[in-house]
């Protein structure tokens, strides 16, 4: 095995740099995870922004890469600009004069929106709730942690994962797929999916934020022993090759 002090130089200031990148990570990580989900999160709500201005290229862009995270479909959208935050399907069939069906979810899909209706996200309702309360569940948390008890996995799975669970498998199964006719048609309301999405994305939060936390500030101690060590050994060889020198 090579000691410490076999290591060329050059591969022991590519190791201090990657303790240095390690130690930024462990230390910020909280604010580099919110800073990422602001970014991700972010641009769906900036799709109908562009729409509105006119710049629709880079729109539906927007709506194109986020259409792999999302169903997208309108009448489970926000949208800005418009009439009302949010329309039912039969809302949109009359304003739209079509007899499009919840099932053909390619049409609803590719509805942008326009001058009357507004422009929709790039997220569906329960998606935006989601992130937005994660968002906030990780401000508040690495503001107050020290307030707030480490929630329990089966309160999570109650409260936190059931509603959504069950409202959305059943609109799944019902509205639009239809697999589940003898079922009731079940078409949530916006408030219903916002809702859902803000337990879900709170509590999944909340749950591993204490694990995430520990997890930083362990690798943390770890990577600042290995660079305080590694950088006592480069002052060292450099005063011994000093004194060798004279």
């Known amino acids: ?38 970014i991700f999160a972010g641009l769906p709500f900036l799709a109908p922004v562009l729409m509105h201005a006119g710049v629709t290229a880079l729109a539906e862009l927007i709506y194109r890469a986020y259409s ?31 007899t499009n069906a919840a099932s053909d979810a390619l049409f609803w899909r590719e509805f942008l929106g326009n001058a009357q209706l507004g422009y929709k996200m790039a997220w569906c309702e329960r998606d935006a709730a989601i992130y937005v309360a994660m968002i906030l569940t990780f401000v508040l948390l690495g ?11 089966r309160v999570y799975a109650a409260v936190f994962v059931l ?16 697999l589940m006719p003898f079922l009731p048609v079940h078409e949530s309301p916006a408030t219903l999916r916002t809702i859902t999405g803000a337990l879900f994305g709170i509590g999944s939060v909340w749950l591993v934020f204490p694990y995430i936390a520990d997890a930083m500030r362990d690798a943390h101690k770890d990577a600042q022993y290995q660079f305080e060590r590694a950088r006592a050994r480069e002052t060292q060889e450099s005063i011994g090759g000093i004194v060798q020198g004279k």
């Open 1 to 38: 095995m090579t000691s410490q002090s076999q290591v060329p130089p050059r591969t022991r200031r590519f190791i201090m740099a990657i303790d240095r990148f390690v130690l930024f990570v462990t230390q910020y990580w909280l604010l580099l995870a919110i800073t990422f989900l602001l």
């Open 68 to 98: 792999f995270t999302c169903h997208q479909l309108a009448y489970r959208t926000f949208f800005f600009f418009g009439d009302k935050p949010a329309y039912t399907i039969d809302e949109l069939q009359r304003a739209l004069g079509v």
């Open 143 to 153: 503001l107050f942690r020290r307030f707030i008890p480490s929630l329990d996995w």
């Open 163 to 178: 509603p959504l669970a069950i409202d959305g498998t059943w609109q799944l199964f019902t509205s639009p797929l239809d």
